[in-house]
């Protein structure tokens, strides 16, 4: 039966990053225990590094993350040198988070705010934005999604977690 | 040698035949659609069932018709709504064994819940006086509930132990979905003040052994309060019988409209409870300090009533009579038993609950390994089968059963046995198509 709906809203890069889940870790820590210079989530930390981490969960499904960043630096030329995440979902939440681990990591938080913004702009547009895929990368896989309304969500929760995260630091 | 004639087959408890289904179907107007271009197979009726035109038909003619305030105004229009509004409450009385000042409106059974759980805090800060004593809960009483609880029948009743200081206990669940009754037994003792426990699992399918547990808390003079949602519309509920104290269900799970709920209890019990909310319609004399209360139900009735939700809720009752609760229920163990021996047939498919020969109402949730619930659930309704997906508000139950989330598929009396198979069929190729077969 499987239809080509069905191909298009889980395409294989979004199957292939629900199971490799780049970033994922299975235990977080705790966030406290982390001072400047400590390693965390067996990361290399350089020192000077700022944590903050957000939890969001998706009442609708259950489906629940936690994002965590290391900036150094800051203001918006601050960069993210640490990002995990522990988390729980749908192959769209879990890939989503794969991808914004390899979106982000490394930018500088001005960079991942541009991304942020046109990813939910995307994903807002009930398939009528058509992303770039230089500029997009594997979040371009996500178009499928905007044309389910219901699974906007699920794809924008952890970059949502991240959102809140980056807030704390600011 | 002698001849032993069969039993005549009882008309009453004997499963609906498929034409019958058919027909029953053609009552049903949103089930005949497309849904992404196939067949609309409605398979979440235990969230909310549809509405035979009769109900629909109901709620249009009152308001066409009578649409007036009930219990007050001495016009024609205000006597004829009056009218109809306690005939309802009359026949769902007598569709539960109940007497009519034992039924209580609410706006669904959370509400109820709230109403109970709300009337012994406030008879806990001493409200109703010494004939309400045996509702004030106080710290070292407990209150004890099930692991197998939709949240609504366990939030109201945590959150009540955190007023009054009270503990809240609960009854686990075996792995096999049924209640632990050997716990069961120890955990209900002489602190125990009231016993909430569903009557049949909205996840597992269960049918809890009602009997047991109501014998269990009389011996200790506790309470029993019933969640029925999940039973009164799929089998003959006998709440006298049951001998609970108070119960609960709600209208749009039994093909009446949303917005009306049931809350029962005992006469004698109803009559001593110190109200929830309070206001226009419950009262009898008023000054600027004080009031006194009307008896049941209106006492527990305040402000102006969901009046057309309760005369479409009896149409739906009187639909329901017509087709025959002991013949729902035959036609939903079918039903249940072909969901359960479908499931439990596909490689990679985890039944939770009871599992094949048991009964169950017309439900079974699955677990598809590797597969989230809710991807499960897209992929069904893409061949258009609605399906329930999440924690179904029974997170601790899922906890305990090892899973975050289930897909849920539930049938009701228009339910056909093709709806099941397209199912089975459909989830049978979730796991390849997410990659996960085996």
């Known amino acids: 039966m499987t239809s080509s709906a069905m191909q298009q809203l889980y395409q294989q890069i979004i199957l292939d990053h629900a199971k490799s889940a780049h970033g994922a870790v299975a235990d977080l820590g705790e966030l406290d225990a982390l001072t400047p210079g400590a390693p965390a989530s067996g990361l290399a930390t350089p020192p000077g590094l700022r944590h903050a981490q957000s939890h969001q969960v998706n009442t609708t499904c259950g489906d629940e993350i936690t994002v965590r960043v290391g900036l150094t630096g800051t203001g918006a030329d601050a960069q993210i040198d640490e990002f995990a995440w522990r988390g729980a979902g749908c192959s769209i939440s879990m890939a989503s988070a794969s991808v914004l681990n390899d979106t982000v990591r490394g930018t500088s938080v001005a960079e991942s705010q541009v991304m942020l913004d046109l990813f939910r702009e995307m994903l807002r547009s009930r398939g009528t934005i058509e992303p770039d895929e230089e500029v997009f990368g594997d979040a371009a896989a996500f178009a499928g999604v905007s044309k389910y309304p219901a699974r906007v969500k699920c794809a924008m929760l952890p970059w949502v977690a991240f959102e809140a995260a980056l807030l704390q630091l600011r | ?438």
């Not at chain 2, 226009?280 to 008023?286: A, C, N, Q, R, W």
């Open chain 2, 1 to 438: 040698m002698t001849f032993v004639a069969p039993p005549p087959a009882t008309a009453l408890d004997q499963t609906l035949s498929s034409d019958e289904v058919l027909r029953i179907r053609n009552d049903f107007p949103v089930l005949h659609q497309l849904v992404n271009g196939h067949p609309l197979a409605y398979l979440d009726s235990g969230a909310t069932s549809q509405n035979p035109i009769s109900v629909m038909e109901a709620e249009q003619e009152y308001y066409e018709q009578r649409n007036a305030a009930v219990h007050r105004g001495a016009h024609t229009l205000a006597f004829a709504a009056t009218e109809v509004f306690e005939a309802a409450r009359a026949t769902v009385a007598r569709f539960v064994g109940a007497r009519e000042d034992e039924i209580v409106w609410t706006s669904n059974a959370t509400e109820g819940v709230n109403l109970v759980a709300y009337s012994f805090s406030n008879a806990s800060l001493g409200q109703g006086g010494a004939a309400s004593a045996r509702f004030a809960l106080t710290a070292g009483d407990e209150i004890v509930v099930t692991e197998m609880e939709h949240h609504s029948n366990l939030i109201p009743w945590q959150q009540l132990a955190l007023r009054t200081g009270a503990t809240l206990r609960f009854i686990p669940v075996l792995p096999d979905g049924t209640l632990d009754l050997a716990a069961a037994a120890q955990i209900v003792n002489p602190r125990t003040r009231l016993l909430a426990v569903t009557h049949a699992s909205n996840v597992v399918g269960t049918i809890n052994p009602i009997d047991d547990l109501v014998a269990l808390a009389h011996a200790v003079d506790a309470l029993v309060f019933l969640d029925a949602c999940q039973s009164a519309p799929h089998l003959a509920l006998d709440l006298a019988a049951l001998d609970v104290d108070f119960a609960v269900f709600s209208g749009h799970k039994m093909l009446g409209p949303t917005g009306i709920g049931v809350l029962y209890g005992k006469a004698d019990l109803l009559a001593a409870m110190p109200p929830f909310l309070t206001g226009g319609s419950m009262i009898t004399t008023v000054d600027m300090e004080k009031a006194e209360f009307l008896a049941p139900p209106q006492r527990f009735e305040a402000g102006t009533q969901r009046i057309s939700q309760a005369i479409a809720l009896a149409a739906a009752v009187d639909y329901l009579t017509q087709t025959g609760m002991g013949r729902i229920r035959a036609r939903e163990a079918d039903l249940g038993h072909r969901l359960v021996e479908g499931v439990t047939a596909i490689p990679g498919v985890r039944l939770l609950g009871p599992g094949v020969g048991v009964e169950r109402i017309g439900l079974a949730a699955v677990d598809v390994a590797g597969v989230h619930a809710h991807d499960v659930g897209q992929f069904l309704d893409e061949a258009g089968i609605a399906v329930r997906v999440g924690h179904h508000c029974a997170q601790p139950l899922h906890r305990k059963l090892g899973v975050t989330a289930s897909t849920r598929a539930s049938t009701y009396l228009y339910t056909t046995d093709d709806e099941v198979d397209q199912f089975l069929a459909v989830l049978a190729e979730v796991a390849p198509f997410f990659g996960v077969a085996r």
